[in-house]
T-cell receptor, first 118, second 110 residues
């Protein structure tokens, strides 16, 4: 069972509010990711991190920002939420691929944070 | 760029076999994955296959990989109502990122 947690699970807020979605993992994984899942079910990578102080933008442009000050923690922030940000946000983590390639690159997912902006 | 394609819906009767198909574009993918998502939940890894394998069997699940055609399939034998979920195919690309397909919604009718 994966030890990766997201809070809140559900959030309904008004336009213009600042929100932070929390993601924590206790597996000591270096890599962490944020995916946005739209109503049509497709997942889009919006942010990823290879370790502390490393953050990169993903394939889908997003107005959100992330930080990675601690290995276990990868919060996502929206400074001013809009209805177009309504979506499910999924956090994931994986082990670093050693040069020997010992692991399979499996992603462990949290349960997701469903955000609704009115 | 990298892309993963799946059909969106599949409906089967309980006890039948289900086959979910997927095509991908990155021939350098090391691993290919099948994830399952139940309503209101995150994704859980069902199985994966290393790119130098043609087939992998794990209880009711059989994964077939045709590397030449870049085609991956997941067969679920004796499909049960509890198998109803969305199934995602994914390929690993450089940097360890995963690219996911659109997901196939499997509906199992009693």
């Amino acid at each position: 069972e994966a030890d990766i947690y997201q809070t809140p699970r559900y959030l309904v807020i008004g336009t213009g509010k600042k929100i932070t979605l929390e993601c924590s993992q206790t597996m000591g994984h270096d890599k962490m990711y944020w995916y946005q899942q739209d109503p049509g079910m497709e997942l889009h990578l919006i942010h990823y991190s290879y370790g502390v102080n490393s953050t990169e933008k993903g394939d889908l442009s997003s107005e959100s920002t992330v930080s990675r000050i601690r290995t276990e923690h990868f919060p996502l922030t929206l400074e001013s939420a809009r209805p177009s940000h309504t979506s499910q946000y999924l956090c994931a983590s994986s082990e670093w691929n050693s040069p020997a390639g010992a692991n399979t690159g499996e992603l462990f997912f949290g349960e997701g944070s469903r955000l609704t902006v009115l | 760029g990298e892309d993963v394609e799946q059909s969106l819906f599949l409906s089967v009767r309980e006890g039948d076999s289900s086959v979910i198909n997927c095509t991908y574009t990155d021939s350098s993918s090391t691993y290919l994955y099948w994830y399952k998502q139940e309503p209101g939940a995150g994704l859980q890894l069902l199985t994966y296959i290393f790119s130098n394998m043609d087939m992998k069997q794990d209880q009711r699940l059989t994964v077939l990989l045709n590397k030449k055609d870049k085609h991956l399939s997941l067969r679920i034998a004796d499909t049960q109502t509890g198998d109803s979920a969305i199934y995602f195919c994914a390929e690993s690309i450089r940097g360890g990122k995963l690219i996911f397909g659109q997901g196939t919604e499997l509906s199992v009718k009693p």
